[in-house]
Nanobody, 125 residues
Framework: QVQLVESGGGLVQAGGSLRLSCAASGRTFSGYAVGWFRQPPGKEREFVAGVRWAGAITYYADSVKGRFTISRDNAKNMVHLQMSSLNPEDTAVYYC??????????????????WGQGTQVTVSS
C-alpha cells in the first residue's frame, strides 16, 4: 500500500518562505508523476505543481509560477515544494499525490490514486 506523508507546513508572514516535503512508503516515486494540490478555506481543491519523473518535466499553476519550485530527491524518495514570496491567498491545506497510470496531464486531481493527509500552510498579512 502506497502511503504519502507531507510535512513542513506552518504559519509564515507574507513575503516569507516555506518548504514542504512529501515522503512515500510502499513504493518509489521513480517513474511516476507527483503533484501538489491545495485546498484553501471554503474553496475547491486546486492544482499547484507537478513533476513527471521522465525528463523531470515540471508544471505550475499560473498563480504560483515563479514563486514555487517542485523538486525531487531520488535518493530519499521524496518530493519537495519550495514556496517563496508567500501571500495570504496561498493559505490552504497542501496535499501531495501520485498515481499508477500514465496521463499526459498533471493538473487533474481525479487522475491521482494516492494522497497524503495534507499539511496546513497559513500566511498572515
Amino acid at each position: 500500500q502506497v502511503q504519502l506523508v507531507e510535512s513542513g507546513g506552518g504559519l509564515v508572514q507574507a513575503g516569507g518562505s516555506l518548504r514542504l516535503s512529501c515522503a512515500a512508503s510502499g513504493r518509489t516515486f521513480s517513474g511516476y508523476a507527483v503533484g501538489w494540490f491545495r485546498q484553501p478555506p471554503g474553496k475547491e481543491r486546486e492544482f499547484v505543481a507537478g513533476v513527471r519523473w521522465a525528463g523531470a518535466i515540471t508544471y505550475y499553476a499560473d498563480s504560483v509560477k515563479g514563486r514555487f519550485t517542485i523538486s525531487r530527491d531520488n535518493a530519499k524518495n521524496m518530493v519537495h515544494l519550495q514556496m517563496s514570496s508567500l501571500n495570504p491567498e496561498d493559505t490552504a491545506v497542501y496535499y501531495c499525490a501520485t498515481r499508477d497510470k500514465y496521463s499526459p496531464r498533471l493538473v487533474v486531481g481525479s487522475e491521482y490514486d494516492y494522497w497524503g493527509q495534507g499539511t496546513q500552510v497559513t500566511v498572515s498579512s
